[in-house]
């Protein structure tokens, strides 16, 4: 089984304050997602990055692939009380033939007006 | 399209009771998934599907059967209802699933599980 670690397990932070969020694992992952869950929702997906030291942004949200595939960051500039939710990174690896995803424990974010 | 649907939305459930967690989706998608969310610990894999007649075991298929026999549907049975099977189940189908590495999932409002 292929653990990640996320980190911070909990954040809490005032509107308008940046933040960083960590995935880590000692495995190499074939691409690595980040979802986004509200309270009473499932997940929903934000990114999916493929490239080791790939960068994407989406908004005030910027996620970067480490360059071994081993980890993964999600940055939020200028957070807003929207943006509070369970931050979820799942990472795909290959497995038998075929492609198995497996997820860290998530980092809460509650961003206070 | 209403994507993934999930009945019921919450229940309650006593020692040894069985029931089905009920899941559908409108997607045509070939790929669906049951995980299980338990407080602080994330998702955890129970059975998927890669198609209707074919089902496979999860990270965590202990307790659980499912069965495929239509594209859309994929419910979850539970047998002998247990206090360790309190969680919040979700259901979540995808569309190039095992053969890709860079497929999205999409996930179901969620059943909320209280085994008592």
């Known amino acids: 089984t292929q653990l990640l670690e996320q980190s911070p397990q909990f954040l809490s932070i005032q509107e308008g304050e940046n933040l960083t969020v960590y995935c880590n694992s000692s495995?190499?992952?074939?691409?690595l997602q980040w979802y986004r869950q509200e309270p009473g929702e499932g997940p929903v997906l934000l990114v999916t990055?493929?490239?080791?030291?790939e960068v994407k942004k989406l908004k005030r949200l910027t996620f970067q692939f480490g360059d071994a595939r081993k980890d993964s960051s999600l940055h939020i500039t200028a957070a807003q009380p929207g943006d509070t939710g369970l931050y979820l990174c799942?990472?795909?690896?290959?497995?038998?033939?075929?492609?198995?995803?497996?997820f860290g424990k998530g980092t809460k974010l509650s961003v206070i007006p | 399209n209403a994507g993934v649907t999930q009945t019921p939305k919450f229940r309650i459930l006593k020692i040894g009771q069985s029931m089905t967690l009920q899941c559908t989706q409108d997607?045509?998608?070939?790929?669906m998934y049951w995980y299980r969310q338990d407080p602080g610990m994330g998702l955890k894999l129970i059975y998927y599907?890669?198609?209707?007649?074919?089902?496979d075991k999860g990270e965590v298929p202990n307790g659980y059967n499912v069965s495929r026999s239509t594209t859309e549907d994929f419910p979850l049975r539970l047998e002998l209802a247990a206090p360790s099977q309190t969680s919040v189940y979700f259901c979540?189908?995808?569309?190039?699933?095992?053969?890709?590495?860079?497929?999205?999932?999409?996930f179901g409002p969620g059943t909320r599980l209280t085994v008592l």
């Open positions: 997607m045509n998608h070939n790929y």
């Open positions: 979540a189908s995808s569309y190039r699933g095992l053969s890709s590495f860079f497929d999205e999932q999409f």
């Open positions: 990055v493929v490239t080791g030291g």
């Open positions: 799942a990472g795909a690896y290959s497995g038998a033939g075929s492609y198995q995803l497996t």
């Open positions: 599907s890669v198609g209707a007649g074919i089902t």
């Open positions: 495995s190499v992952f074939s691409s």
